[in-house]
């Protein structure tokens, strides 16, 4: 099971753009910097937050707005509007041996398995908010620079 990087670049984007918004324009430059990722890619990822209306961008010198309250964007909100390929979390090898004892009964001993593990999956994730993350970061901030 492998989720891309796409959910935790959105995560990190709405972290950062909580975190510089209100000193300065959150564009695609500052957060593939802060991300260390290529702009396009960010730029990507935040029209699928923007369809599915996490975050509102303004072309020009508008920048990035977060539309709802951070405490109410689950990590689940996240993952279901990054995550292009979660129809389906586990991958099943396509041609199972029907001859064989093992092979011809794989389907049927774990698809039912997996289907309840990726709903498990999906259960946690939305217990987690991306306000939990940002109040994290600026915890480990403030004891940084309490710190220095």
Sequence with gaps: MQISTKFTIAIHILAAADYFGATQKVTSDLLSSSIGSNPVIIRNIMSDLSAAGIIETKRG?????????????????????????????????????????????????????????????????????????????????????SAS
């Design 61 to 145: 010198p508008g920048g990035i707005v977060i539309k709802r309250p951070l405490d109410q964007i689950s990590f689940y909100d996240v993952y279901e509007a990054v995550e292009k390929n979660k129809d389906h979390l586990f991958n099943f090898h396509e041609n199972p041996n029907p001859e064989c004892p093992v092979g011809r009964n794989i389907h049927t001993a774990l698809d039912g398995k997996l289907a309840e593990a990726q709903q498990d999956f999906e259960n946690d994730l939305k217990k987690y908010r991306v306000s939990d993350v940002v109040s994290d970061i600026k915890s480990e901030i403030e004891r940084q620079e």
